[in-house]
């Protein structure tokens, strides 16, 4: 009965549109009578999901380096404390960083596939929040230098590596936060020598700055000014002990208080010019701006492209953070004994209410891990960072973080009193996971970014028009279960670009925000089938797919 609702309703609703719009009858019917086929094929087919007869393998990365790493990582968090200080929790990194398991070069955009390893086949080892110092360390400082970064820059970063020196990030500012998206009021003022680095209010201060108080570097991010001309948002080095850099530690955590978190203010920190990160864009000594290429302006996607990185290693992570939970509740499982009547007993790991779903969240782990990989190979090879692909990139931030934590807290229900042993893998553990889904910009953020930008697509009547278009053509698409859960997305953006065409400007960012239900289950959807069509393009028809289609793409958003 609740297939037939989810059909009929949106179908009814399509035709009325339709009717409303002007389309001709014929072919009002022709629409008809595909959705009438998609609904007997729907309702009448065999049931496309059966559980697999072989135990789903989780692929692990095993790379020597990455074995090495994670070797080396074991062995010196053995020796930290239950709640290591700053310091001691810091000198894992350095120790980490002279170990060599990544060069410099390794940073490189073009050059990354050992750092994404790493975050796949090492996260799940680093404990106390060592996951974002690595995450810190790699990708958003010393990957901003090596590719933002001039010649001498590069080279100054090797022996940064070679000392073990740490550095910091700073992008993230009070008067924004992780929920606000990107606002930067730090200025880089050139003032005819130096180049000034200001936080001019309150709110210009930066914000849950990690690894901010053991840090020798950071890369700050600033608006820059020179000779009275407004450049936009670059990138500086600056040293971090310099006169007038105010750190502030944050109030403690729940966990990971091994980690320090700061605020950080600039007091008219005066800087060389040449900190300026200067690889595409720089001033020089007389403060005139310059690019390396005439043909290629500094934008800020350029310096985003740390973001970008971090949330693909983000997304790797967390299947790597979830990979190892499910690892532990199979241990634990497998050795529970059920009662199964008078002198019987069953491994609680063959019970179906543990096996099925321990099997489906694998197949699901290794459906992602293969979206994961492609979208790492197409940040490396593709030669100018697409709208596309950042678009790509937000879908796997958004749908695997949330994935892997909502899949936690099913699995912690499943297993009963072992959830609140102290060596299970729940408890505060799998915060990080939250943390995840805050860096490098707040999934609600890219949520209601990935709207926006959708909608804009479908502006004006003939915009509206081809959404209504695009609802029945889900169908021939798609002629199945999942056509209708396309069709459903479709209908929704046109309600949303409907609602929104009907206020004025002022009314705008109210009537937006009322609808933010709506939105995120828009978005939800779209990263769903941005992932699934990447994936279905690129491998033949497996089991994961096949659970992927039935267990997550065609179900209710709330099962998800």
Same mark, same amino acid.
């Given at each position: 009965m609740e297939t037939i609702k989810q059909i009929l309703l949106p179908t009814i609703a399509t035709l009325i549109i339709i009717a409303l719009f002007g389309i001709t009858v014929p072919t009002t019917l022709f629409i008809a009578t595909l959705i009438a086929l998609t609904l007997i094929s729907t309702l009448t087919s065999k049931p496309g999901y059966v559980r697999s007869t072989k135990s789903v393998q989780v692929d692990i990365v095993s790379n020597p380096m990455v074995q090495a790493f994670v070797s080396d990582c074991l062995e010196l968090q053995e020796a930290l404390p239950e709640e290591p200080s700053y310091e001691r929790h810091a000198e894992v990194m350095r120790s980490l960083i002279r170990a060599g398991h990544l060069t410099v070069d390794d940073l490189k955009r073009s050059n990354s596939s050992r750092l994404f390893d790493i975050h796949r086949g090492g996260a799940f080892v680093l404990n106390h929040g060592l996951d974002v110092r690595v995450a810190v360390q790699l990708n958003l400082f010393g990957g901003s230098v090596a590719n933002l970064?001039? @010649?001498?820059?590069?080279? $100054?970063?090797?022996?940064? $590596?070679?000392?073990?020196?740490?550095?910091?990030?700073?992008l993230t500012?009070?008067?924004?936060?992780?929920?606000?998206?990107?606002?930067?009021?730090?200025?880089?003022?050139?003032?005819?020598?130096?180049?000034i680095i200001n936080s001019p209010t309150e709110s210009s201060k930066k914000w849950w700055i990690s690894q901010g108080l053991t840090a020798k570097w950071g890369v700050v991010i600033a608006q820059l000014v020179s000779n009275g001309i407004e450049h936009g948002i670059h990138?500086?080095?600056?040293?971090?002990?310099?006169?007038?850099?105010?750190?502030?530690?944050?109030?403690?955590?729940?966990?990971?208080?091994?980690?320090?978190?700061?605020?950080?203010?600039?007091? !008219?920190?005066?800087? @060389?010019?040449? !900190?300026?990160?200067?690889?595409?864009?720089?001033?020089?000594?007389?403060?005139?701006?310059?690019?390396?290429? @005439? !043909?290629?302006?500094?934008?800020?996607v350029i310096v985003a492209q740390r973001l970008l990185s971090g949330r693909i290693g983000i997304a790797g992570a967390s299947l790597g953070k979830l990979s190892s939970v499910v690892a532990e509740v199979e241990k634990f499982t497998s050795t529970r004994l059920l009662p199964t009547g008078r002198n019987k007993s069953k491994a609680m790991s063959e019970m179906p209410f543990i096996r099925d779903k321990l099997e489906e969240v694998k197949a699901m782990i290794n459906f992602y891990t293969k979206y994961v990989i492609e979208i790492e190979h197409q940040y490396q090879t593709i030669e100018t960072i697409s709208n596309e692909l950042v678009h790509r990139i937000a879908c796997a931030k958004i749908e695997i973080v949330g994935y892997c934590i909502t899949t936690i807290e099913m699995l912690k229900k499943k297993v009963g009193s072992f959830a609140l042993f102290e060596h299970s893998p729940f408890g505060t553990k799998p915060d990080s996971l939250y943390v995840y889904r805050f860096a490098e910009g707040d999934s609600s953020v890219l949520q209601q970014k990935m709207v926006r930008d959708e909608l804009k697509t479908f502006r004006g009547t003939n915009g509206l028009l081809s959404l209504v278009k695009s609802i029945p053509m889900s169908f021939i698409k798609y002629p199945s279960a999942t056509g209708m859960q396309l069709a459903l997305m479709q209908l929704s953006k046109l309600k949303l670009a409907i609602t929104m065409s009907r206020v004025g400007r002022e009314r705008m960012l109210d009537v937006w925000l009322e609808n933010h239900e709506l939105i995120s289950n828009i978005a939800r959807r779209m990263a769903l089938f941005t992932i699934y069509e990447e994936v279905i393009s690129k491998h033949s028809r497996s089991h994961e797919i096949n659970v992927f289609e039935h267990r997550v793409l065609c179900s209710p958003l709330g099962d998800i």
């Open positions: 970064g001039c @010649p001498e820059q590069i080279e $100054w970063l090797e022996g940064v $590596w070679s000392r073990g020196e740490l550095g910091c990030f700073c500012e009070a008067g924004a936060g992780v929920l606000s998206g990107l606002i930067v009021e730090t200025t880089a003022v050139f003032d005819g020598e130096s180049i990138a500086f080095i600056v040293d971090m002990k310099s006169e007038g850099v105010i750190i502030e530690d944050m109030n403690r955590k729940t966990d990971f208080n091994g980690l320090d978190n700061v605020s950080i203010s600039f007091d !008219n920190v005066a800087i @060389p010019v040449d !900190n300026m990160l200067s690889g595409i864009s720089y001033l020089d000594q007389s403060g005139d701006y310059h690019t390396r290429d @005439p !043909n290629v302006e500094f934008n800020f």
